[in-house]
């Protein structure tokens, strides 16, 4: 029997053939080309031992509404550190870690950002340790994730005890893309008092699903609450449901606009619509309406009727009273959000048939 690590890096080798395979077979402008061959095997940005929290490719920024452009570096090791920081403990605190191949100045997390500032005042954590998920480093994936949320475990611990600019587990939001999501599941397991507030599952990948060891995985024990979204559920994303709420998105496994030539393109477009999904709930007025359905075959045949009170809104602005599976149908292209369904149905039939 496959233990769950070698499931994991067999889907992933599994997926680099696919996307090498790709870039040789299209022309794609050199700018644009994800990886060649050779750096798909370039291991020098594996992270090197010892391994120890904090390491130097395992860092926090903090961004602030005054300081948006320029992350402040943040030393766990040295209260005076938080000190000297913009980070101000009346503002809410957000711990973002990213998925395979992000980091702080890439996409997700620069959006996540702007999007949260246009909002208001917060502390905005993000966890970047690119170089240790990059596909290379395939040696390092069975423990790379734990040793992630050992440090973001130091990490909060350092905000727990800090002696001027303290904030409580119970009041941190931590947001995690596909692996993320996990790597903050983890961090419930070193937690040694209180819980983290709340944790966002975005799309949660399948592979650590895998094993059959809870510990391992996001679930609803990780945090006060835990809302999961899911858009591309039973192939890159894990099928759940794991969180207190759990929304899928479009019927949870293919996205709108997602229909692409190749399968690998169609794949990962479904898994990664999902920050956006999540980034646009931040500011919109309209909202992601989601309501429960007694299962996906059911909303997708259009015969879901929740009345108008069981609806919830998913997303940033959830209620932590939202329990159990929810279903939403978005625009495929943005604004997502359709607002408020109500009594329109139909809506949502169209989608889910004419779905490619
Ligand atoms: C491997 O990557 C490192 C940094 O990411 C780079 O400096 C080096 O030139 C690469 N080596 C090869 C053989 O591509
Ligand atoms: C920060 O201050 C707290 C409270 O005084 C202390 O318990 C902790 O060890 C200090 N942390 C560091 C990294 O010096
Ligand atoms: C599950 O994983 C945790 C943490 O990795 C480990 O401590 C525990 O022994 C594992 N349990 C089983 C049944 O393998």
Redesign the pocket.
Known sequence: MLTSAKCFILIGIAILRVSVTESQENEIPSEKKAQ?V??LF????CIQPPYRCPHPKMQFFLYTRTTQEKGELLNTLDNRSLTASNFNPLHPTKIVVHGFGGGRNLSPSTDMRKAYFTRGNYNIIIVDYG?LVKEPCLSQIEWAPRFASLCITQLVEYLQYHPKKQVQPEQIHTIGYSVGAHILGLVANYLKVGKLGRITGLDPTIFFYMGNNRSRDLDHTDALFVDILHTGAGILGQWGPNGHADFYVNGGSSQPGCAHDTIFQTLSCDHTKVTPYFIESINSRAGFWAGPCSSLFSYLIGWCEPRDTEYVLMGEHVSHNARGVYYVTTNAKPPYARGFPGKSRRLRRQTSLTKS
Do not use: E, F, G
């Open positions: 060649s050779r750096d370039n291991t020098t940005s170089s």
